[in-house]
């Protein structure tokens, strides 16, 4: 059974930074896509940023340039280096994987992905 964590939450001062980590178990194959998602207090579950087995990334407008995701080798550990933190950030984050998206990862249908983490969550002060 594959099980997805996440790790590396945490509360932290506006400018600050964080790191998040992902990790996919309980499979030999490794996601066509992974995910990070955000959820914040009283709205919905939106996405951050996607990988896609091919290397293709995508991010939301609001973290270009401050969010970066990647993957190791294995393409079974996720993670999300976050720079310049914003109150705005504040959020329950979650990593998803999808193993059957062949070409392109869903942005706005995160019912898509078959696999969820438990969430991580980070705090921004200001």
């Known amino acids: 059974q594959v099980q997805v964590a996440e790790s590396g939450g945490g509360s932290v001062q506006s400018g600050g930074s964080l790191r998040l980590s992902c990790s996919t178990t309980?499979?030999?194959?490794?996601?066509?896509?992974m995910a990070w998602f955000r959820q914040a207090q009283g709205k919905e579950r939106e996405a951050v940023a996607t990988?896609?087995?091919?290397?293709?990334?995508r991010y939301a407008d609001s973290v270009v340039g401050r969010f970066t995701i990647s993957q190791d080798d294995s393409r079974k550990m996720l993670y999300l280096e976050m720079n310049s933190l914003k109150p705005e950030d504040t959020a329950m984050y979650y990593c998803?994987?999808?193993?059957?998206?062949?070409?392109?990862?869903?942005?706005?249908?995160?019912?898509?992905?078959?696999?969820w983490g438990q969430g991580t969550q980070v705090t921004v002060s200001s």
């Open positions: 990988i896609h087995k091919n290397g293709k990334q």
């Open positions: 998803a994987a999808d193993f059957e998206k062949r070409f392109a990862c869903s942005f706005y249908f995160p019912e898509e992905y078959q696999n």
């Open positions: 309980g499979t030999t194959s490794s996601p066509n896509c």
